[in-house]
């Protein structure tokens, strides 16, 4: 299960999952807006019941995969996913959009702690440190293509597209891990019967200040999060207000996730930050700046500007 060659078809799953996953999510608050009127205030209340929904079965969708298996979880999440965006593409009702929403967030939940768990598992400390590096650049990467792109995408092929698009990639998620899957047992089959011991790693720091560290990140993070899925949902008012079409909001305001992805490649070449409780603070300080000013931006040039700081922030904060 732990081959390179299961790793790369596992992050190519994480890669397939953030780009269909962003281009659902992220211009949902566009569909809603422009089918029934949705204003940043109804988007608003949409995130939050989004983020809820998350906060509950992200844990739940991992305690599934501990239970059941990796590939039992993540063919349920993928299940779930394309069956709530078929039935998405037929529906005509603000009240049933949501319902889809909240069945794909759910179906989503399986996934992504599952994806995470499986190209860390069987690492050595050194190894875990690059897995999440290759990680975050995946699917920060994927996602910033995915809401780039995704605009020109939505007006070129329809508000339909944003249900078939994720959909067919889900559908191709979905037969890549029953191939990965087969590919796995054979792999385990073979681990044990020729088992190698894993020798114990140093921790190279304190034990007391990585926990006092990694409880301050515990309370950053989930404002990190909260700002984000709140920028996502009113960007779509952001653009009415600068008068921006769809596609060029795409290409305008997706230049946070860029940025986040420039951190991320930044932070996992190099180890200064670590463990240094200024840089959380100026991040977390930065972070707050930057999502009031991109909601006041009164200019495309400025909005641009203040995406490229709020993204840096956004990027150390999650690594």
Known sequence: MFSR???????ILEGLNSFATVYYFYYFYFFMQTEFGYGNRANLMLAAM???????MAWQGGNFAQRFGYFPALKAGFAIM???LATGSQLH??????????????????????LEAL?????TRAGVQRMVGIYNLTWAGTGALAYFSGGAMLEKLGPSSMFYVPAAIVVIQLGLTLWLESQARQAAAAHRATPVPAAPEPNPHPAARTKVFLRLAWLANPFAY????TIIAVIPGVAKRLELSTMVAGFCCSLWCFARVGAFFVLWH??????????????YLVMIGGFAAILTAPSLAVLV??????????GLIYY
């Open 82 to 84: 394309v069956v709530a």
């Open 5 to 11: 060659r299961l790793k790369t078809g596992y992050f």
């Open 119 to 123: 190209v860390s598992e069987g690492e």
């Open 270 to 283: 190099w180890n200064g930050w670590q463990y240094r409780f200024r840089w959380l603070l100026v991040a």
């Open 50 to 56: 989004n983020g809820a929904i998350y906060a509950v």
């Open 93 to 114: 009702s603000a009240a049933g959009h949501i319902a889809v929403m909240a069945a794909t967030v759910v179906g989503m939940c399986f996934t992504w702690p599952t």
């Open 305 to 314: 500007l203040v995406q490229i700081v709020f993204g840096g922030a956004i």
């Open 226 to 229: 909260i700002a984000i899925n």
